[in-house]
């Protein structure tokens, strides 16, 4: 578009340079590779390769004759030349063929002289390029107008003076002349408003009159006090209007000159260049014209229609205007970033021609109309956009950011630690790499591993680490050095998070604990019994640890076990540990572990006297040692904490019973808790009752601590009384044949989802044919814990659950060599299965626990000992168990109750 943003360009390239004192060394060159001259009608151009301008400084004089006139901004204009050059030195120069310093023969052979004076980064050197060029051009119109960037031309034929010519010429009524010499003498501008200069005077103002062997020429730069603008069918116009004087021997004659040339008329798509041109210029054209040829170009030069159609290009007219329309991005034009307000933004620049030939019907005169007018659209954002082809798997981050020009270089990287430079980056593992595309567009890519300090990690679930990187891309836009920049935030997720564990194994004294931290190290706080470990208890647990582990002894009877069971000569202390992330309050790892110490709780003297310890269990939460006492309630522990009784008494005291034997003396006493003492204000009715027998056996002529126990209405504390055990086991068979076993070593034992499970349930050490072992009730839980949710009830008050798909079944027992008494065993099978919710497996294990009852036979049973299911064998189902069935303990006379459980077994995912 012609406006002053086009003699910026001349300025640029054309300055003079002041040399240094030193003398150039100047080096003449014959027109090298990268230097073109060609005629474009009217004009001569001359073509000037970037690979020849980069680095220097050029300088462009017109030879005349021997003289070489230095070719300011303001002469060019004047003295018809101009220049284009794009911002990475690609130049073109064009000279009317009717400038100055042409040397002209006829107004038909024209030759063109240039001097190229080109410095390079030092003043001392100096390269030199003559060009001259000859065009010959004889189509010359009546009238030939030429808008070029920075100025309009006009020339028109001027024959001999004649008097029928009163029109165009006029004979000077003056009568004398105030020189004597002949030519142009004075002109009248019309801004519209009449001016009048003498020729020197025009001259100083920048306009040029000059005439040939057969025309007379005018030209102007655009934007003076002797031009004015008009709008024409709405298109803006620059209108140069002058009344010429010619002083001849002929006489003095005056030619009308006028030119107006279009400085806008553009519109644009993000498609599409429109360019309109007024079809009548009626500051030119009086009375009707006719079109008679409409050529469009590129850079001066037509383009025939097979051109046009490959570039996309069409002309076409109007009743008012005629139009060009170029794609945006045609490759006879060139794209250019841009970085307004640190954004990326292009243009695109393409310099169209277009010549019009008129003809006025009235006087049968032509008019050529050629336009030079370079376009640069807009400027377009460009938002650059990103790529992310991050592989997770391989745990690295790679992005490609694009599209930009090839005038774009990225400079820097900003991360989250600081910026860097591109030479940086392979220090720090990083890879950036540049990328050509056709077209001339580049993008970048940028690879950095998951491990690198720059990204930043964090865990929004305990076994998913999310992964983000936050950048920015710094880019500078050559060769201004305009920076921009692209900020990139990236982030993905992986399972990739090992949790820390727990193991736990026991002596005869302590538990043993040992923590392996897993992937993310020790980010986890430690809870033993539900209590932060603490350095003192740390070091009082023997902590050891480094860098992947950490070990713990705990002795069996500290404060933060729990005691599940007491029997005569052993207790069953459980520890409680968990590993907790405090920030999002997830349990990472547990352990319970549950073991058998060796504690003597009755001794019986010789001397007579009994020594008793009672232990706080885990089923009577409430209970508080020191209000425990004997049968007589006067006697009250020797010795207590908040977790032990001590009981020390002689067997004739404290409410001791005594029982003859054939040959023993059974001395029986209980330790209990009642309501009725300052105890009831730490406990409720709904508790449950403490209550632990205790006896010795003593012979008429010796003494001998024979076994302990004691009894509750709750599953824990219970006692047995006498010299033997009643104990049941319960073992998982290979298969129905229930004779290979699997052993403690086998678990956990690994089964297909639906494959049968073959349990035994036995009573040992007895060999009393009337007592019967009964299930009371079977259930599943996916925990060790068999008071855990959730869990599914197998067996329900002796008799299989009616409401599992898939019911328990109850195999016959018969005597064989392994099975000696067949009411001591219960054999049943149950098909694989695992808890789910919502379609999720809860966990793949599971275990099997139940409450087994020893009847006797021969005493009046209760409901309960009528045997395995009895109502069964009648075809009527009374009862069947609900999901969630409430398991009550019971505790008669004529049952031993005890508590088996089996697991875990893990389900195998092959489906």
Known sequence: MVNAGNLLIWSLLAVAIALSQAKPNTKMSSQPNGLKTDCVGNLMRLSLDKALAIGNQLEVEAING???IVLTPALAAQCGYSMESDPWGNTRIYTSLMGCHVDNKDDSTFTVGLRLRMYSTKPSDLVTHNVIK????????FREILCDRNYMEVSNFMPPPRPENAEEYSKNV???????????????????????????????????????????????????????SEDVAGVPMEVLKVAIYHKAPEGLTVMNMMAACPTGGVLFTEEMISWHVPRRVTPLLDGTVKILEMYMGINGQRLDRRQMATRGYTLSATDFHIVLEIPVGSTDGYNKSHAPDYQYHMTYTVEPMLEVLWRCERTQEDTRYKILFPITTPLMPRQPQTVDYTNAEERIFNIHVGTFLNDVELKNITFSTGTII?????????????????????????????????????????LVTSYTLTLVFGFLVHPEASPFAHPVELMTSLQDVVLPTIQGTCDQTQFYIQIQFGSQGKHFQTLIGYQPLTPELAQAFKIQENATHLTLVI?????????????????????????????????????????????MTTVCHPNGSMNALAVKVESVPNLIPKWLTLKDKSCKPAFSDDRFAYFSFNVDSCGTTRTFLENHILYQNEIGLYYNNKASSYTSPTDPEYRQAISCYYKVNDTQALAFGYKSRTTYPSAEIGLGQLDVQMRLAHDSSYYYFYQVED???????????????????????????????????????????????????????????????FHPVSSDARVDIPSHFKRFSIKMFTFTKDDEILKNEIYVHCNAVVCDTNG???????????????????????????????????????????GPIHLLNSE
Request: hydrophobic share 35%; net charge negative; proline share 6%.
């Open 66 to 68: 021997t003289q070489h």
């Open 134 to 141: 000859t065009c010959s051009y004889n189509r010359w119109a």
């Open 174 to 228: 003056v009568p004398s002349v105030p020189s004597a010499e002949f030519g142009i003498w004075k002109m009248t501008f019309y801004t519209p408003e009449a001016v009048v200069l003498m020729k020197s005077e025009a001259e100083r103002a920048g306009c040029e009159a000059m005439t040939t062997v057969n025309r007379m020429v005018l030209r102007s730069p655009y934007n003076t006090a002797k031009t004015y």
């Open 422 to 462: 591109l030479e940086e980056c392979e220090a720090r593992g990083f890879m950036v790499q540049e990328h050509r595309h056709p077209g001339d567009t580049k993008t970048f890519s940028l690879t950095v591993p998951f491990s690198a300090v720059e990204v930043f990690k964090n865990n929004p679930e305990p």
């Open 555 to 599: 002795p069996f009877a500290v404060k933060q076990t729990v005691f599940e069971h007491i029997s005569s000569d052993s207790i069953r202390a459980r520890l409680d540990m968990m590993l907790w992330e405090p920030n999002n309050n997830w349990l990472l790892a547990d352990l319970y572990l549950a073991c058998n110490f060796p504690l």
């Open 747 to 809: 678990y956990p034992v690994v089964k297909h989802l639906r494959e049968p499970l073959y349990f035994e349930v036995e009573l040992t050490r007895s060999h009393d044919p009337s007592l019967e072992l009964i299930l009371e009730s079977c259930w599943a839980t996916a925990n060790e814990d068999r008071n855990t949710l959730p869990s599914w009830d197998i067996i329900i008050n002796t008799c299989e659950n009616k409401d599992d798909g898939y019911v328990t079944l």
């Open 860 to 902: 009046d049973s209760e409901d309960l000992c009528k045997g395995q299911c009895p109502r069964r064998s009648h075809g009527i189902t009374v009862f069947h168990g609900n999901k969630g069935f409430k398991r009550a303990q019971r505790s008669t006379d004529s049952t031993q109750q005890r508590h088996i459980s089996s």
